[in-house]
């Protein structure tokens, strides 16, 4: 007996850019539902915007302060241990399109650009 695949290679081939971005949405969702499910540092009680509010204070300290106290207060920029990376790479865009929690959250849109 000899099986066949019912889908052409020709299909395949024409559509895989759709195919590879439709497996890449799927494993961005399944890793995203695994990450919430599994992220327990963050209570119930925590404000969505704390780390938008920590980085406008660690860039007002930057300013007045210069880097006299930049360990310390990079430590204070960081959520329950959390890593500062991305506020820390937020804050140049801040600083071009001004203070708000839009400005805050383009590195999402150039991270999702990025991905995709």
Not at 2 to 15: C, E, I, L, M, Q
Not at 43 to 50: P, Q
Not at 90 to 116: C, E, H, K, T, Y
Request: proline letters at 3%; glycine letters at 6%; hydrophobic letters at 55%.
């Amino acid at each position: 007996m000899n099986f066949t695949f019912p889908v052409k290679k020709d299909w395949v081939r024409a559509h895989a850019p759709e195919i590879l971005l439709g497996l890449l949405v799927v494993i961005i969702i399944v890793l995203n539902i695994v990450w919430i499910r599994t992220d327990d540092l963050l209570g119930a009680d925590e404000d969505s915007k704390v780390y938008f509010a920590r980085t406008m204070v660690f860039m007002d300290r930057l300013r007045t302060e210069g880097f006299e106290n930049f360990w310390v207060n990079l430590q204070d920029l960081s959520l329950l241990g959390r890593p500062v990376l991305y506020q820390v790479m937020a804050m140049p865009i801040i600083a071009v399109f001004g203070r708000s929690m839009d400005a805050g959250l383009v590195l999402n849109l150039f991270f999702q650009v990025l991905l995709l």
